[in-house]
T-cell receptor, first 115, second 112 residues
Framework: SAVISQKPSRDICQRGTSLTIQCQVD?????MFWYRQQPGQSLTLIAT?????????ESGFVIDKFPISRPNLTFSTLTVSNMSPEDSSIYLC????????????FGQGTRLTVV | GQQVMQIPQYQHVQEGEDFTTYCNSS?????IQWYKQRPGGHPVFLIQ?????EVKKQKRLTFQFGEAKKNSSLHITATQTTDVGTYFC????????????FGPGTSLSVIP
């Protein structure tokens, strides 16, 4: 299994500012992902964080808005830039230890409110 | 694009009643996973099904994968208040191993 520490757990931010969310895993993992979950909704994949290269973004998400860093195999950050109230959501990091066809472990999530 | 649907969206049951949620994909899946998310919590893996027609059981939970590998179900027998939460299915596309698609989830409430 994997233990994922995600922080902050929650934040209230002013519109126009940026927030960086950190995700630390207790073991080296190849595959790390960032999801968004709006209240009462399902999980939407934002991007796959690739170690040593640029993240792979899903349709509807762009690097300028959600820059991602992945400096090593245990750590990643997601920045939500130039925030607006529409960015209010829960952001979750996730890892798969042995490839996409194995179980995913999730961090506790970051509950973001933009005012 | 590929879609994974789930029904019902919400289900309220009396404690002791059974509960079933259904998951359907527009395309064939390599596998399907089920996750449970308690209110205020994060998704937690329950099980993975890989083979066509596969059935797996975990105590009161029974999981099925359809013969065509395009649908799945989760059945809970004699629900308990600890079963409260949202149940998500997540399908891995057969054509590519790069993306897991989560269904919209079924939110289960259990009335004691």
């Amino acid at each position: 299994s994997a233990v994922i520490s995600q922080k902050p757990s929650r934040d209230i931010c002013q519109r126009g500012t940026s927030l960086t969310i950190q995700c630390q895993v207790d073991s080296q993992v190849t595959m790390m992902f960032w999801y968004r979950q709006q209240p009462g909704q399902s999980l939407t994949l934002i991007a796959t964080a690739n170690q040593g290269s640029e993240a792979t973004y899903e349709s509807g998400f762009v690097i300028d808005k959600f820059p991602i860093s992945r400096p090593n195999l245990t750590f990643s950050t997601l920045t939500v830039s130039n925030m607006s109230p529409e960015d209010s959501s829960i952001y979750l990091c996730s890892v798969c230890l042995q490839g996409m066809n194995t179980e995913a472990f999730f961090g506790q999530g970051t509950r973001l409110t933009v005012v | 694009g590929q879609q994974v649907m789930q029904i019902p969206q919400y289900q309220h049951v009396q404690e002791g009643e059974d509960f079933t949620t259904y998951c359907n994909s527009s395309t064939t899946l390599s596998n399907i996973q089920w996750y449970k998310q308690r209110p205020g919590g994060h998704p937690v893996f329950l099980i993975q099904l890989v083979k066509s027609g596969e059935v797996k059981k975990q105590k009161r939970l029974t999981f099925q994968f359809g013969e065509a590998k395009k649908n799945s179900s989760l059945h809970i027998t004699a629900t308990q208040t600890t079963d409260v939460g949202t149940y998500f299915c997540a399908g891995l596309r057969s054509t590519s191993y790069d993306k897991v698609i989560f269904g919209p989830g079924t939110s289960l409430s259990v009335i004691p």
